[in-house]
């Protein structure tokens, strides 16, 4: 199997900070080395106090296509729910631009109950919000084909979420990127059931890069990494919070991420 470079993404929980801590934790990850560049799309902490300070994700995705020069960056993941998608195009294509190319558009169907709760949004299920996902996605594409000016690139699309039946059809069909939060023997299965979908419309399984998260706190790389690296496995995300982000753990899996792809 012919293997990616393995790639190492934080994704900078903008939770329990000022922004000032945030801005200045990108600064310092991207320094350090990084490639990817994640927040996430909440309203409110995930963990922790649950009326902690939150930021907004796409706001600081604007501002983070300024202040950084070569990570990548995206949301990990955006709610389909929260935005028009004509409109989440238009921003994507905005922040592409801004970056000179650096957006991933990350996207997955929402999940966080108190979220919708409080912004109005309808709740709904887990089924019907996939299925709203599944006829947003061909919107978001035609919008973007139709932006004037265009996106500087054709923005890459990483679908999050492991359902069988739903996602991963929608991953085979759209993403460029697939995201979970898989152990080994998990993603293997996954990864079967992917690849059936990939057959189903025509695709090669190989086109999609395999991304996972990684916990900062437990997760070593060579002991967590390896694994999933043997079933292909190349973006790696690590994820800290607030208040005072540690970015020693982020620095392992950078120094791992070197010397595998010596």
Aim: hydrophobic content about 40%.
């Amino acid at each position: 199997m012919t293997m990616r470079p393995i790639r190492i993404a934080f994704q900078l929980q903008p939770q329990h900070m000022d922004y000032r801590t945030i801005r200045r934790a990108a600064a310092r990850a991207e320094d350090l080395g990084v490639d990817v560049l994640f927040n996430w799309d909440h309203f409110y902490p995930l963990y922790g106090e649950p009326e902690g300070k939150h930021f907004e994700c796409w706001t600081m995705l604007g501002a983070w296509a300024e202040a950084t020069t070569r990570v990548e960056i995206g949301a990990l993941v955006t709610c389909n729910s929260y935005r028009n998608p004509e409109l989440l195009a238009d921003m994507a294509r905005t922040v592409d631009n801004i970056s000179d190319g650096r957006l991933i558009l990350g996207i997955g169907s929402g999940w966080f109950a108190k979220d919708y709760a409080e912004y109005g949004y309808e709740f709904g299920t887990a089924g019907g919000r996939l299925d709203d996902l599944g006829e947003a996605l061909p919107r978001i594409e035609s919008r973007l084909g139709r932006l004037n000016p265009a996106p500087t690139r054709r923005i890459p699309v990483l679908i999050g979420g492991g359902g069988e039946k739903k996602t991963l059809r929608l991953v085979a069909r759209h993403a460029d990127i697939w995201h979970s939060f898989s152990d080994a023997d998990t993603l293997r299965h996954k990864l079967a059931v992917l690849g059936r979908h990939c057959a189903e419309v025509g695709r090669d399984l190989a086109d999609i890069e395999v991304s996972t998260g990684v916990p900062a706190a437990t997760a070593k790389p060579d002991d967590v990494g390896q694994p999933l690296r043997e079933l292909g496995v190349s973006l790696f995300t690590v994820g800290i919070g607030g208040p005072e982000p540690d970015l020693a753990p982020l620095q392992e899996w950078i120094a791992w991420r070197d010397r595998e792809n010596a």
